[in-house]
């Protein structure tokens, strides 16, 4: 999503000038903080000098990994924020070990020499405690339906002593609180239960520290590390799909833990069954424990979410209007969700004036008409006929008794509102009916609706309905 492309990041261009800060949050946002850190987080920006942004990298594994796998996006946001960018160029940045480092030549000795620091200190700091977000924990989780069930078997395994199912295989579409229960889970055993070793890791990272195992020829402390654990988490493990020695580790490091009554929980954008190259062996053993998915949210969660984003924020008051404006119109995924929040919040504490409906509508408008489901005439005539208890036939009859014709009107008036079509459109799609006779009826809804306060609710919910 445009995250950037808001009256909020435009106000804030006049007092920060480089673009660097904007770019990495915008790569959080889409590829998240764990990506972030293991990658651009390690870059160091120099400017950009006649279309060129000039980037270094710690190590020529991260630089080419980058050049592989997130140039082009990099080179998206620095686009998005100065027009003149033409490329990138990432370079090592300078040794501090004496050998200077070639780009093209990996010296056998040097290379290592060279590498050693920051990719050692980053193996040796385990990421358990720096890739865990402190704000994700299972207090700030709201439950609803659609999550319940991967909640409780989240909550089952940070609580009990003994292994629940293993594992536990949570899959559900990006932004929708993975990796939120994951930490969630960190947290809750590290605070009851000290002395268990816990690790958590994306299968990216997984796969990156394995790679640079075998390039240092450690593969044995790879081996120990995630083999001594009493609960290992590794997220996103789709990510290894067709990454053969990676899966072939990733299996064995499994099957090891499992054997050993170690809790393992997996995370993944899909079930099992539907992970593509993968091998079968593996997912089978995936789905022994317990497959909980996450659905995705309905509006009342996507309410309670928002509502308690919005009791968290200090100094800023939200209206019950703007938080079910959005919950209504942001359906796409959690995270979208909260950045849109927080985009409406950034604005009006940068403005100075307090948050509205309008403002609101402003701000996000180009979210909103992303997230714009392209509503049709069916539909609206479709859901307005159900409850109104008609069948569809009867309401586009030409019969003019009022518990039919109103319908008839409320549906025409919808179609108005919530669609692009024009009154002619609308007229031949309500049976052929003249464009005048779709005007009057959507006056007279918006005349009814001011004095009859049960049509003026019943044409509320069906625009919930139908938006949500
Ligand atoms: P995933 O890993 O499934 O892609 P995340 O766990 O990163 O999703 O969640 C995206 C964002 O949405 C995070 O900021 C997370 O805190 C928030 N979020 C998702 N689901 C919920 C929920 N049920 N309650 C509160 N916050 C949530
Ligand atoms: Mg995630």
Redesign the pocket.
Known sequence: MGASGGIASRVNMGFESSPWPRVCDKFKHEF??HAYTTWIGQLGYNGIDSGTVELTAPTKFVRDWITRHYAPRLKDFFLAEDPRVKSLSIRLAVARKATAPDDDVPAPEAAPAVQSEPTAEELAAGDESAAL?P??TFD?????KS?ELA?AAAKRIAESDTVAFNPLF?H????????????AIAWEVRRKQPTKRVVYISAEKFMFEFIAALRFKDTHAFKQKFRAVDLLMV??VQFIANKESTQEEFFHTFNALVDNRCQVVI?A?RSPTDLEGIQERIVSRLGWGLVAD?HP?DYE?RL??LQ??AEQAENVDVPAEVLEFLARRITS???E??GALNRVMAYATLVGRPITLDMTRDVLQDLIRANDRKLTIDEIQRIVADYFNLRLAEMLSERRARNIARPRQVAMYLSKQLTSRSLPEIGRRFGGRDHTTVMHAVRKVEDLRRDDSQLDEDITRLTRMLEG
């Open positions: 998240g903080q977000d704000k994700y700030s989780f709201v439950v609803g999550n909640y949570l559900g579409g990006v932004g929708l609180g993975k990796t939120h229960l994951m930490h997220d996103d995370t954008d996450i949210t969660l309670g979410i308690s984003k995924n959690v995270r969700l909260e």
